[in-house]
């Protein structure tokens, strides 16, 4: 027998009564709307490749905090964005769905979509000015520290603990080539000293002209002859005219205002089928390395270093992670350029 709608139109259930309800597309409603303002969809943008503080969006997008609040909540509750603390802020990067999710596909292609558009010239200033005051902070504790280099650096991983192993991911890495290598960071010099037995010439780059010092007086003492050293960031690489077989950069990145463009900058100055190593922390929650250690980030997941390879052009190869007695781990990562890129 069927059931007859209500004769009185007040007994029939309110529409907004049934939007409000939980339904099985309640999620991908919520994601839908997240992503319908154009503002929250500049953040999505922004967020690309790099993670900011709350204070930080306030200041690119020149809102208050209350409604910069507001936006990151809602795309966090939509999971488009993540959150992690370091140390006494909260920053916020894209969320990456797994790949079973029933919503990856249209989470991916979303970003996708995005980041074929460039980010707003508005915005293109405040950015480049967080990036450069990440870079001076980062700057400025090591040309402080650079005599206390060797004890920070040992309070998290001292150079024996990861060289041994750095050293065998390297032997087993295979170039094509072995004219060049580069090392981004070389702090005091030691690994410098592998790489010049290995490649016919090695290229020494640094931001913190005092570190630079530290790692020439290395070479000179060890009588490692083919080495050139440069002042500089990986941003400076193209007028060198730096084209590597093998890239190196250890216990560095974590240091950095912006690791996915160092990524970035790598790529370029990759030869073809040539490799980037690197070596750092995985993600961990000591905030007392940031002021000890002139620490920017407090390690990474290993899905950022793999998004931000890919996004620069780069393939996966090897990986090795293993865990250190004070409680840090480390992982080492191989990344290939491809032969037609």
């Known amino acids: 027998m069927n059931q007859s709608l209500p004769s009185n139109p007040d007994e029939l259930p ?22 319908g303002d154009p503002l929250r969809l500049e953040i999505l943008r922004v967020l690309s490749q790099d993670s900011y503080g709350v204070l930080e969006l306030c200041r690119i997008f020149s809102i208050k905090q209350s409604g910069m609040s507001h936006h990151l909540k809602v795309l966090a509750n939509a999971g488009l964005l993540s959150s992690r603390r370091e140390a006494n802020s909260i920053f916020y990067r ?78 087993n890495t295979a170039l094509r080539d072995k004219k060049l290598a580069l090392e981004v960071g070389p702090g005091e010099g030691e690994f410098l000293a592998v790489l010049a037995q290995q490649f016919n010439q090695v290229v020494a780059l640094d931001n913190a002209a005092n570190m630079l010092e530290k790692a020439k007086k290395f070479a000179q003492d060890n009588h490692l002859r083919n080495i050139e050293f440069i002042h500089g960031d990986t941003q400076s690489l193209p007028g060198h005219k730096v084209l590597a077989d093998c890239i190196l950069v250890n216990m560095v990145l974590h240091h950095t205002p912006s690791p996915a463009d160092i990524f970035q900058d790598l790529s370029r100055a990759l030869a073809p089928a040539g490799a980037l190593l690197i070596c750092d922390l995985c993600r961990h929650e000591q905030d007392w390395a940031r002021d000890a250690c002139g620490d920017l980030w407090q390690g990474f997941d290993p899905q950022d270093f793999s998004r931000w390879a890919k996004a620069a052009g780069l393939e996966e190869g090897q990986s090795v992670y293993f865990a250190l007695r004070n409680g840090f781990q480390i992982q080492l990562r191989q990344f290939f350029k491809p032969t037609n890129f």
């Open 94 to 171: 894209r969320a990456y769905l797994s790949p079973d999710h029933p919503f990856a596909s249209l989470q991916q292609q979303l970003f996708a979509s995005l980041d074929l558009l460039p980010i707003a010239e508005h915005l293109r200033a405040p950015i480049i000015e967080l990036q450069q005051e990440r870079s001076q902070a980062a700057q400025q504790f090591f040309s402080e520290n650079a005599d206390k280099f060797r004890a920070q650096q040992d309070l998290i991983a001292s150079y024996p603990v990861y060289a041994e192993q750095m050293t065998q991911l390297l032997n």
């Open 14 to 35: 309110l529409l907004t009564d049934a939007v409000e309800l939980e339904t099985p597309l309640s999620p991908l409603a919520n994601l839908l709307k997240a992503a």
